[in-house]
């Protein structure tokens, strides 16, 4: 097999994706990944991260690739969360308390920040509409990040993402006060949950 065989046999296994480190672990140098990007057989969408030239991107594990401290939260753990129906105009993520980046420029993101004893509450892998796996905040923690920022999100969206919630099966509105107690805001949602019930 030669270099570009296997640099294709490997992103195959990986659902169209290649990182400059899974490469080395491969035996691949970055030399050829260069090269198969120059003659269009593989395309880089982000540094070090190379994707198969017949794959679309899939922007939620492009983002993460880029911001690995960073964890999917409010109006995109929504969407992720199919409690929104909107496609994110901004993908927004939530990282801890003084981390910097050139990425908090990034007009196609927006950042929260979190305090380091609550950036782990809620954490949960989901996957993306492409078939990806992602970090994101588990539903009864986005919501109570959403209505803690409810000023910088779209307030309707917010709202409709809760009704959404009430009538789930799987809702689990214990965990979503014991979230809400921690970020102390349980009056709040203890009477959003009321009117909505």
């Not at 939260?73 to 129906?85: F, G, I, P, V």
């Not at 009538?167 to 009117?195: G, H, P, Q, S, W």
Request: charge should be neutral; hydrophobic fraction near 40%; proline fraction near 4%.
């Amino acid at each position: 097999m030669n270099a570009y065989e296997n640099v294709s046999y490997v992103m195959e296994q990986q659902r169209g994706y290649l990182s400059s480190k899974d490469a080395r672990s491969f035996g691949i140098d970055n030399k050829t990944l260069q090269r198969m990007a120059s003659s269009g057989k593989i395309e880089r969408v982000a540094h070090g991260l190379y994707i198969d030239s017949e794959v679309f991107p899939d922007p939620f594990f492009v983002a993460q690739y880029r911001c690995p401290k960073g964890i999917f939260s409010h109006e995109t753990a929504l969407y992720l969360h199919d409690l929104s129906d909107r496609n994110p105009l901004r993908l927004m993520m939530t990282i801890p308390s003084g981390w910097n980046s050139k990425l908090l420029s990034d007009k196609n993101m927006m950042f929260f920040y979190s305090e380091p004893e609550r950036m782990n509450l809620g954490i949960s892998e989901i996957e993306t509409p492409s078939g990806a796996m992602v970090i994101a905040y588990d539903i009864e923690r986005t919501l109570c990040d959403c209505f803690r920022n409810i000023e910088k999100l779209d307030r309707d969206l917010v709202l409709i993402a809760l009704k959404r919630y009430v009538k789930m099966n799987t809702r689990d509105n214990a965990k979503l006060l014991e979230y809400a107690n921690a970020f102390k805001i349980r009056d709040i949602i203890y009477r959003y949950l009321e009117v909505l019930a």
